[in-house]
């Protein structure tokens, strides 16, 4: 309990007693009731009237023969301590009574109460309670001058309790954010009688800070107008919602992040949406049609091989655009486009922090290709010690991004395509069997331009309309010796080469008609003709120029002739030119033929 002539601000007493949770109460030297918790209002609500005051006959002992007055004189004179057990309320409840004498600087007296339920603290001084609160308290005055400190102060604040004349003198000794013009509006309303409650940051002795919630009250039993300083360290409180605004600002690139991914796949589905049907009439090619058909609707693993430029992508979105999963992505990543150390955090994400330059979360392309497909274009330029990993999600359909802890699970179809003998990358150690044999479980060769000749006429016209849009150019006709120059030309660049070439002609060319004259083509490649580097070519009449319809009726003219004149079915010019029956009828029709 507290000592007698304890120069302990009775506030402090009173703003502790508030928190107890059974009866307390402050009373002073004329019985007045200066303060009660709520515990001890109850008590007098069932008491009956106490008008303000506390009936001095609870300090006493039925046998005490004492005037009750007389005891609370003495009592008050000599600082007597009272311990001892009453009854009080209704139905009377035994307590355990604790009272103790007060005097204050500006030597009023008071003296507290304590009812407990059952005797216990007995010797424990008030003071000691009131530094074992998790609050730091001090008592200042209107200008901020520190006049109390409590234990906890020195403890949180790191002062030297045997030194307290090192502690901190004013509230700007410790207030990181002290600024003197909002105190002035604070002491406004502290002599209003007003409290004011706001949130800083204390100054430790060794410079770190300490975020605070801090509540100053009046000291209504002050005469010299002392105020009350409560401050709740909120370190842990300002650490989680520190971590909640980390995780709201995670959330936040996250659904930034995703947007753009989703953008970036509504993009592709689009694309896919107008994806180039693959053209071909060449009978060889219709192997590899039937093949892709085959396979389409499964969930198998397949790898493309061919040389560069035969179209092998656009087998895969054929593969893709003929599953069940054709409503979902298409991711393609290009493994030769990628520098090696970059082709992992494509693949599998990464989280923030994962390496310098990761400011935020990504999400690789397998997470975005989930419930779709992931195209891995170019698979033999895949590192080494990259191609376990891909072995493991070929196996586990599981990975981990940078950085991160948690697996993450995929539903992804892998389509996988090389130019290179892989076999031979197997032998020299750069590429893994394992994951050439999980790779391959359904191989697709996509053979070159040179060994489908029938489908250079089709592909130059698909390509001449391409380029007549794109180059605002009006060509309808071809020179016979521009189909002869190609039909002996290898193609060493396949299909891409005759794109590029096709541009480059219709660039140079003029009128209507595409001439030999402008066509470039490599010479090195041209097969042997008369002359020693190229074939040599005469100028054709203008009467030999084809028109576009003209050449459509000879080629499926052509087609019939193979087929022997069936149209429908297996083995009909339909299946080999790739269309539907019905429309080949009345495009036969069109142009005359029966």
């Known amino acids: 309990m507290i000592a007698a002539h304890s120069l302990l601000p009775p506030y402090l007493i009173s703003n502790w007693l508030a928190a107890l949770p059974f009866p307390a109460l402050v009373v002073g030297s004329d019985h007045r009731v200066l303060f009660a918790n709520a515990h001890m209002n109850a008590l007098f609500d069932e008491l009956g009237p106490q008008n303000g005051y506390f009936d001095p006959q609870y300090l006493l002992d039925k046998s005490d023969e004492r005037q009750p007055t007389q005891k609370v004189n003495n009592f008050l004179q000599s600082g007597e301590y009272v311990a001892k057990n009453i009854q009080i309320g209704f139905p009377p409840r035994n307590f355990f009574l604790r009272a103790t004498r007060v005097v204050t600087e500006e030597d009023q007296e008071y003296f507290c109460c304590v009812l407990t339920p059952q005797k216990f603290l007995d010797d424990v001084d008030y003071s000691e309670l009131l530094d074992t609160v998790s609050s730091l308290v001090m ?202 150390d970059l082709i992992e955090s494509e693949l599998f994400g990464y989280r923030k922090g994962a390496f310098t330059g990761a400011s935020e979360h990504k999400i690789g392309r397998f997470q975005a290709a989930d419930g779709g497909t992931i195209f891995l274009d170019e698979i033999g330029e895949m590192p080494l010690g990259l191609q376990t990993r891909l072995l493991r999600v070929l196996q586990e359909r599981t990975f981990t991004p940078l950085g991160g802890t948690r697996p993450i699970s995929v539903d992804v179809r892998v389509i996988a395509a090389t130019n290179r003998d892989l076999r031979a990358e197997i032998d020299k150690g750069t590429f893994r069997q394992d994951l050439f044999f999980r790779l391959s479980v359904f191989p697709i060769h996509n053979p070159p331009l040179r060994e489908r000749p029938a489908d250079i006429g089709p592909l130059l016209w698909h390509f001449i309309q391409k380029f007549n849009v794109r180059l605002n150019r009006k060509v309808t006709k071809v020179e016979p010796a521009v189909m002869d120059l190609l039909s002996s030309y290898p193609f060493p660049g396949n299909i891409r080469e005759l794109e590029n070439l096709t541009e480059r002609a219709l660039i140079v060319s003029s009128g209507d008609t595409l001439r030999q004259a402008d066509i470039r083509l490599e010479v090195g490649a041209l097969k042997a003709g008369p002359g020693p580097e190229q074939p040599v070519w005469q100028q054709p009449s203008q009467e030999e120029l084809l028109t576009l319809e003209e050449h459509q009726r000879q080629y499926i003219a052509y087609v019939l002739e193979l087929t022997g004149g069936k149209v429908s079915g297996k083995g009909g010019a339909a299946g080999i030119l790739g269309m539907n029956a019905q429309t080949l009828f009345g495009r036969m029709r069109k142009l005359g033929l029966r």
């Open 139 to 340: 008592q200042m005055d209107i200008d901020g001058n520190i006049h109390y400190l409590n234990e906890r102060v020195f403890e949180k604040l790191g002062y030297d309790l045997s030194q307290p004349e090192l502690a901190v003198r004013h509230i700007r000794d410790i207030d990181r954010h002290y600024d003197e013009s909002a105190w002035s509006e604070r002491r406004q309303e502290l002599r209003e009688g007003r409290g004011v409650s706001y949130f800083t940051q204390f100054s430790r002795r060794d410079g770190s800070l300490m975020p605070v919630e801090v509540n100053v009250i009046p000291d209504r039993f002050s005469i010299s107008r002392r105020f009350t300083l409560t401050a709740q360290d909120i370190t842990e409180q300002k650490a989680v919602e520190d971590r909640l605004r980390e995780a709201l600002l995670q959330v936040k690139e996250l659904s930034r992040e995703y947007q753009r991914e989703n953008r970036q796949l509504k993009q592709t589905i689009r694309q896919q949406g107008h994806a180039k049907e693959i053209i071909s009439v060449d009978p060889g090619y219709q192997k590899v049609l039937r093949k892709v058909e085959q396979v389409a609707p499964t969930q198998t693993t397949v790898l493309i091989t061919g040389e560069t430029g035969t179209g092998k992508e656009l087998v895969a979105g054929r593969i893709h655009a003929l599953s069940y999963r054709a409503d979902k992505p298409l991711i393609t990543v290009d493994c030769s486009a990628l520098p090696p």
